[in-house]
């Protein structure tokens, strides 16, 4: 009987002295190799260029480079172990350890939002650090990021592809900085970030799009250098919330103006959506409510201390007329509002609701309490640089429009100051992100602006909603910015759901209290102000929306919509009051100024049954 075959020797391949064991991936740029080192048998990750550098000259600047980016230190950069050039060959090891690559580890169903949420920010952590440091990665792939069994990650092969990248076009050297050297450094960086949102992509869908796994030659296929757009599918094994969507559909918009220009914005909008998730809370409301202790809700409007000195001088005035006094500064009255419906002033008003007129805050509060409420707030316009102050004061002057067209619009009956604060009280999402987030309130507007369409028609594309450009900015709805405040307030939760706008994406039900009522005139006349400040082609359409939203249910027209929008300011209409200036201070519980406002007490009804109508 024939004895089998012996069976042939494996054959050892080396790079150098290293014993190559296995490839890990590769891709248009860089490829990667598990090697073993014989000096010690560590298992190492050999990382190098596709291509061999072209010349000495070349050779000579992916050595600088590459030495820049391995002195880097921090914990989601994987460290460099060894550096060098072997027959001709550039390349740097890291160290494995027990980890392995992310394309090893993807599962095919894709990652939770979380998950893939939570490894997309460890690597734009490494990226942003970089980034900062001048570095960019050039190719950024799954084959690239090292992940252990604990979740960590590290970012490998940093540079790598840097003479691939800059053959042919500027060098991002060390040396003298030119113009075109610093448009190639943000060309670089602004690559890897897409990159990032692509690796995105396909963490939260599980394979890769367009049939290939290189994500740098998939960004081609992008526009404008290509004609595939990179959207989430609406079906994913996990599902997919609204505003991380939002994040990850921006990443890779069709549009480069509106993706993400660098590691940091990215990183902000995926930890606060992943910090807001979480059970701990967090993200941008935790900010927020650090930022309502150091700077309060809003700044004193331009012109705090002429009011001061006039409330100052103010000891027998009606309540009227310190009303209007105060409702001259938005963050005056809100602070008023803050301060009647604290825990500590409530409990000591039995079987009361919650307050949502200034007058009746006066007349709980009295004047020293309007005095030690003006005192506290910042001086305009707080932190804001000059650009950030010019924009909350234009949103100011957009709210003040707002509410005084929802008190020409009000059905009869309603109290035009209850009015008037809802109509402002729905702005506050808007007021609190410009003050404490100007930056990301930039970033929200730009991406609600039109773009030109890169399609040969040449048509305008229509700009993101508010709602999704706050998502893939900040990460959270903008509504809840303004419920989280409201809530820090005192404000129980019939009256955070009056004072949030209806959504425009679906239809108004009819009316089943006040609090319903009182919404809606809120909602009709911020929708309208809104619709002004299209362009004239789309305005008479918009405003005809909105009447055909509202007009049935608060019996108005669009001649009465426009009447109401052209109304010139008026002093704002009051309900008999006492003359006596004792009555800001009384406790009287049958005084006529200690009643709940009709609203207040529609918004929340077990207190209304309690309080005077």
């Not at 740029?29 to 291509?51: F, Y």
């Not at 006066?362 to 305009?380: D, H, K, P």
């Not at 909603?465 to 989280?484: F, K, N, P, Q, R």
Request: aromatic fraction near 4%; charged fraction near 20%; include cysteine.
């Amino acid at each position: 009987m024939e004895s089998a075959p012996a069976a042939l020797p494996s054959v050892v391949r080396h790079f150098g002295r290293l014993q190559l064991l296995q490839l890990l991936g590769k891709s248009e740029r860089t490829m990667a190799w598990r090697v073993e080192d014989p000096r010690n048998g560590d298992q190492l990750m050999l990382v190098l260029p596709r291509l061999q550098p072209a010349n000495p000259k070349a050779l000579d600047f992916w050595q600088q480079t590459a030495q820049r980016a391995a002195r880097l230190s921090h914990p989601r950069l994987a460290e460099v172990v060894e550096m060098g050039v072997q027959d001709g060959w550039p390349f740097v090891t890291h160290r494995l350890s027990e980890a392995a690559t992310l394309a090893d580890r993807l599962p095919q169903a894709g990652m939770p939002g979380a998950e893939a949420a939570a490894l997309a920010i460890a690597c734009l952590q490494g990226l942003a650090f970089a980034h900062e440091a001048g570095i960019s990665h050039d190719d950024l792939q799954p084959f690239l990021l090292l992940v252990d069994d604990h979740g960590a990650v590290r970012v490998a092969g940093l540079a790598v592809a840097a003479e691939i990248v800059t053959a042919g076009g500027s060098r991002r050297s060390a040396g003298a900085i030119d113009p075109a050297a610093l448009r190639a450094r943000r060309e670089a960086a602004e690559s890897d970030v897409l990159a990032c949102g692509i690796l995105l992509h396909a963490l939260l869908v599980g394979h890769a799009a367009m049939a290939t796994t290189d994500l740098l030659q998939l960004a081609s296929q992008l526009p404008p250098e290509g004609r595939e757009p990179l959207r989430l599918p609406w079906t994913t094994a996990h599902p997919v919330g609204e505003a991380l969507r939002a994040i990850a559909d921006r990443s890779t918009d069709r549009q480069p103006l509106r993706r993400y220009r660098n590691a940091r914005t990215l990183l902000k909008a995926l930890e606060g959506w992943l910090q807001s998730e979480s059970e701990e809370g967090g993200g941008p409301v935790a900010v927020l409510m650090d930022r309502l202790r150091t700077s309060g809700a809003l700044p004193s409007s331009p012109g705090a201390a002429a009011r001061a000195a006039r409330l100052a001088m103010m000891e027998r005035e009606r309540i009227d007329e310190l009303a209007d006094v105060v409702l001259e500064d938005l963050a005056l009255s809100f602070e008023m509002l803050r301060l009647v419906n604290t825990a500590q002033v409530r409990s000591s008003l039995a079987g009361a609701g919650p307050v949502l007129a200034v007058r009746r805050s006066i007349a709980l509060l009295g004047l020293s309490g309007v005095r030690r409420a003006a005192l506290a707030l910042r001086a305009w316009p707080g932190p804001l640089d000059s650009d950030g102050a010019k924009a909350l004061q234009s949103l100011v002057k957009r709210c003040r429009h707002a509410a005084r067209t929802a008190v020409a619009l009000r059905p009869a009956g309603y109290d035009a100051e209850v009015v008037f604060l809802i109509a402002l009280l729905q702005n506050l999402s808007r007021l609190m992100l410009h003050y404490h987030f100007a930056d990301e309130a930039r970033q929200v507007l730009r991406l609600q602006q039109p773009l030109k369409s890169a399609g040969p028609d040449g048509a305008d594309e229509p700009g993101l909603t508010e709602s999704a450009a706050c998502h893939a900015v900040i990460g959270v709805d903008l509504e809840a910015l303004g419920a989280a405040v409201a809530r820090q307030w005192g404000l129980v939760d019939d009256v955070v759901r009056m004072v949030r706008r209806h959504s425009t994406a679906t239809p108004v039900r009819a009316f089943d209290d006040d609090a319903d009522v009182l919404r809606a005139v809120a909602s009709c006349a911020n929708e309208a102000v809104d619709a002004q400040d299209l362009p004239a082609a789309a305005r008479a359409a918009a405003l005809r929306r909105v009447v055909q939203r509202y007009g049935r249910l608060l019996q108005i027209g669009l001649p009465d919509l426009l009447a109401a929008l052209q109304a010139a300011p008026q002093p704002m209409p009051r309900p008999v009051a006492p003359d006596s200036a004792a009555a800001a201070t009384s406790t009287d519980p049958d005084d006529p100024m200690n009643t709940i406002d009709r609203a207040a007490a529609a918004a929340s009804k077990a207190a209304a049954t309690r309080a005077a109508a």
